[in-house]
């Protein structure tokens, strides 16, 4: 019997590697980890997703379509919200302790061969993205699985993931995000993530910038596969606001899907599931054959998705929401004001150093408007996270007024002053809103008595 010792043992030994932030832009070394591993990554097929937003969602829609249907599934996942182990998920549940110890145990002389391999050519040796990943490919090739989702880390061409070939590749909306690696444009983003688009593949899109849209279509046709764009061939044709999600009818590529109850919020999650939709019906009958309605409601009937729009404790209600970047920011706030009654807003705020913070702050201020009445900028324990009194600093440049921001560098005082703050009004209508990068509602969810995932 594994003990929980022996998982963290394995994640200090990967955190001892090129850390997630520093992924390399390379291929080579995990096709030569497939290859002593015995390829791993031909095991089963692969739905192969990416995007900028709603990849983790969308495939976890995928997954319960999957599984709902009677396939046993392996969902790979990142970054994880209290544990290592979700990020590699067997049938919906983060792969057991023990399974993750035995298989890292049994890889890990085939990744000091590749790793030896790298430092002879002066190459880094794996990264710790790289190796999660590729243990991800060996625990699913382990159970067997039935089909496995696997969700890009970073990009699309050069991404750890892409030794893997996607019976379905799936492509949620792209906007800027990670410029510094990825580019500036959309169009520039777009071409790291069609990395994905292979032969023998099927393109299922969701809406797209004009020019992202553009990049994906020439390189579906230029490894001639089918390609469905949501907006053109699908998508969400009416959705209504239910007691904790929506209700949707979604028109897919093959069949119409009504009373579809989403127990998510905003509108951002229903065309993510029109999308996760079109990549079922895809997957399992080219697009061509109808779903069973009534798997596709049980199915949706269980997602969830932590992190994303999660309430996590009511009176007062707490929020947490893993938007980090401008467009994640701007699609939740719309799901605030559709979907919670709250008469004030309190947000707690923390960001990484590479995202942009400015543009957050200011997408934050715009799309909450008067609803968000005072901020507290905090920081979470990453060693990338902005110093709460810089970003404060930020947000008085913004214009935030002096008197609504507060500064808490712990987070547990955060949330203590944010939770005071909301319950000021005297009609028990005030929430708490916790955001800006994943580290931070991680902590959160920890802190709120969340800890699974």
Request: proline letters at 5%; one cysteine or more.
């Amino acid at each position: 019997m594994t003990d929980e010792f022996s998982v963290e043992s394995v994640y200090a030994e990967l955190l001892g590697r090129a850390p997630e932030n520093k992924m390399e832009p390379r291929l080579a070394p995990l096709f030569r980890a497939m290859d002593v591993l015995g390829e791993p990554n031909k095991a089963y097929p692969i739905i192969h997703i990416t995007g900028t937003n709603g990849k983790t969602s969308t495939a976890r829609m995928i997954e319960a379509g999957l599984r709902a249907h009677g396939l046993s599934t392996g969902r790979y996942t990142s970054p994880h919200l209290s544990k290592v182990t979700e990020r590699i998920s067997i049938n919906g549940e983060p792969v057991p302790d023990e399974t993750f110890v035995r298989i890292w145990d049994e890889i890990r002389p085939y990744l000091e061969i590749v790793d030896n391999e790298l430092i002879a050519d002066g190459q880094p040796r794996l990264t710790y993205f790289e190796c999660v990943t590729i243990l991800g490919f060996a625990v699913f090739a382990d159970q067997p699985v039935d089909v496995a989702v696997f969700e890009v880390g970073l990009g699309g061409i050069t991404d750890a993931t892409n030794v893997g070939d996607g019976q379905v590749s799936v492509i949620t909306p792209i906007s800027l995000d990670h410029t510094d690696l990825l580019g500036d444009t959309t169009e520039d983003i777009a071409y790291e993530k069609a990395g994905i688009i292979k032969p023998g593949g099927f393109l299922v899109s969701a809406a797209q910038p004009v020019d992202a849209a553009q990049v994906l279509l020439d390189k579906a046709r230029e490894v001639d596969v089918p390609f469905r764009f949501e907006g053109v061939e699908f998508g969400v044709e009416s959705r209504s606001v239910a007691v904790g999600g929506q209700v949707l009818t979604i028109q897919g590529l093959a069949g119409r899907y009504e009373d579809l109850l989403l127990p998510l919020h905003g509108a951002h999650q229903a065309e993510n599931a029109a999308v996760a939709v079109a990549a079922l019906e895809a997957f399992f009958g080219g697009g061509e054959k109808e779903l069973d309605a009534e798997v596709l409601r049980e199915a949706f009937g269980n997602v969830s998705s932590p992190g994303r729009l999660e309430v996590v404790r009511t009176a007062p209600t707490i929020v947490v929401d893993a938007a980090h970047n401008p467009d994640g920011i701007r699609v939740s706030a719309e799901a605030i004001h559709e979907a919670f009654a709250f008469s004030k807003l309190v947000v707690v705020v923390g960001i990484l150093q590479e995202k942009d913070a400015e543009e957050i702050l200011k997408t934050l201020k715009e799309q909450l408007g008067d609803l968000a009445e005072e901020f507290c900028f905090t920081q979470s324990n990453s060693p990338r996270a902005i110093p709460a009194a810089e970003l404060a600093e930020i947000a008085v440049d913004l214009g935030f007024g002096e008197e609504n921001v507060h500064i808490a560098e712990k987070l547990d005082d955060a949330l203590e002053w944010a939770v005071e703050r909301s319950e000021s009004n005297d009609d028990f209508a005030g929430g708490v809103l916790v955001t800006g990068s994943i580290t931070l509602v991680a902590e959160a969810r920890i802190l709120l008595g969340k800890a699974g995932a």
